[in-house]
């Protein structure tokens, strides 16, 4: 049995946002006891991720490194039209994640005691954001 | 209901190659409404991609990209004996993705407007490649 | 039809440790012929991996890599209260994947010749990892 929904995040730019509890209160109001929960993001300058939910520090240094390895406006790139921050986006997409999947044990996402799912806003201004959630189980 | 495919691309080196046409024809031909439809890469030195399909300028800063961050015969890798571009290969490999899913909606993979899907070669020269297509809906 | 297991493994400390024969004896046990063979790591300082499986000399060279890239105690991260290697093990997660899907054929995950899974350790120091495995298929 197959559920799908449609969740939408308003980004204030560059960032870090969660959406743990958006996608919990998907997994329990469909019922399924065990099963997967399907993530996917529509978008290529930004994604996904799980990470720790504990420390904002931690997504701090997560930033400041992806900064470091992709900087914005760096001139190796050509793909400049959308500004100094699209292909650095693209970049950023690719080196983690566009979909993720998550166990369902009785009836939870089944994440580790300091696992959060975050969607990460890699340009520097606000987007509107979808993420398709499809959850399959029984 | 499963639906198992092996699709095979032969590619002409290192570079992007779209499967998109490939993947949806599989979905729709598969009678699938809703489900997902999962892609894995049966190699280590290729890999599989969500991208940006319509500025080619965004493959070419992305290979700029990979070579400068994972130079070929980089002196520090010791994995030599199948050529300077094969141990790179691999590390291109783990930084992106070998299997991928894609939400089907309305028995269409449910895409962004601006998302392709690629394989993506590592190798300097041609390869036959094997991606194994599994479709599960209803 | 769901199968779910939770694998449990003992790291000494930093490395990869494969875990290809685990993952093929759950599908076996579970009598699935055609299907997904589901992988999530339940810790965000560890992370899973597919990648060739014959020469140890890879594993040494993706170690030596991302050392460079990610450097233990890079001054640049302030999330230091764990040590010097815990936000690169985080970083080192975003880099890598903390969940895979692997496609099941005739009751066997059908990997490539040479592609083995693996768990790589990201913190120096010995750690109980879980993994959840969670099988669909007919």
Chains 1, 2, 3 share one sequence.
């Not at 799908?4 to 980004?11: F, G, P, R, S, W």
């Not at 959406?19 to 209160?25: A, G, K, N, S």
């Not at 930004?46 to 997504?59: F, G, K, R, T, Y």
């Not at 490194?65 to 921050?85: C, I, L, N, S, Y």
Request: hydrophobic residues 35%.
């Amino acid at each position: 049995m197959f559920h799908q929904h449609e969740l939408e995040i308003l980004t204030r730019g560059r960032g870090t946002y969660s959406i743990t509890r958006e996608v919990q209160d998907f997994v329990r109001d469909s019922g399924v006891g065990t099963g997967i929960c399907h993530l996917f993001i529509r978008h290529t300058s930004a994604s996904l991720m799980l990470c720790e939910n504990a420390d904002p520090a931690v997504m701090d240094d997560l930033e400041t490194f992806m900064q470091r390895q992709v900087p914005d406006g760096d001139p190796m790139f050509t793909h400049t039209a959308e500004g100094p921050d699209d292909m650095p986006a693209h970049v950023r997409s690719v080196l983690t994640q566009s979909d993720l999947n998550l166990p369902i044990t009785r009836n939870r996402c089944g994440l580790g005691t300091w696992q959060g799912v975050f969607l990460w806003e890699h340009r520097t201004s606000p987007h509107r954001r979808k993420v398709t959630v499809t959850i399959n189980g029984e």
